[in-house]
């Protein structure tokens, strides 16, 4: 079972650094796990609409109208890293806060949320590690030829996870009557 702890002394071992068991041990290993975990988990989930992190939902209306410009206000959900896609009939809308201003009377939207580390597939798990061994390098060996290696796989094994998660969705298909000719006469 994937843990946080368990992902990030995947990426401590790639640099040859001691293992923790867990955020709150004495070592540097632990404190600069402690610090970076989270942000870099987060920033690698957001920075792609990875499909295993993608949920739909109806909104929720709050009650009262918002103060100037739309109709409704909708709550977001509280697991929301990022807004992928909204459908409603205007496409116009505003965030503010954590509520999304509209004037349609539903709103469904697709949203990134961080699933946990246990549901993690195997390929995103890998590009987080060599993510987090990449600053490992830097911040535990101050190794900058470490750094460049752990660069380089960690652009690899992105490039490898983005292919992967791709194929979890029929490929798009291109409208080709916009493509017929006409005869001129």
């Keep these: 079972m994937s843990t946080d702890i368990a992902i990030c002394n995947t990426g401590l071992i790639l640099v040859g650094a001691d293992q923790i068991t867990s955020f709150q041990d004495d070592t540097r290993e632990a404190e600069i796990c402690s610090a970076i975990y989270e942000t870099t988990r987060d920033f690698l989930l957001q920075s792609i609409?990875?499909?295993f992190s993608l949920r739909?939902?109806?909104?929720?209306?709050?009650?009262?109208?918002?103060?100037?410009?739309?109709s409704f206000v909708y709550q977001l959900p509280p697991d929301m890293l990022r807004l992928i896609s909204i459908s409603n009939?205007?496409?116009?809308?505003?965030i503010y806060?954590?509520?999304l201003h509209s004037s349609d009377?539903?709103?469904?939207?697709?949203y990134q949320y961080n699933p946990g580390e246990s549901e993690f597939p195997s390929y995103f798990k890998r590009y987080l590690e060599y993510d987090l061994a990449e600053i490992f390098s830097g911040s535990l060996s101050k190794?900058?030829?470490q750094v460049q290696v752990m660069n380089r796989l960690k652009e690899q094994a992105g490039k490898r996870a983005r292919l992967i998660d791709s194929q979890n969705q029929p490929p798009r298909t291109i409208d080709d009557s916009v493509f017929e000719l006409t005869s001129v006469r």
């Design 49 to 51: 609409p990875w499909r």
């Design 56 to 70: 739909q939902e109806e909104l929720a209306k709050v009650v009262g109208a918002p103060k100037f410009g739309y």
């Design 105 to 110: 009377n539903t709103v469904e939207v697709v």
């Design 97 to 99: 806060e954590d509520k």
């Design 89 to 94: 009939s205007s496409n116009q809308y505003k």
């Design 143 to 145: 190794d900058m030829e």
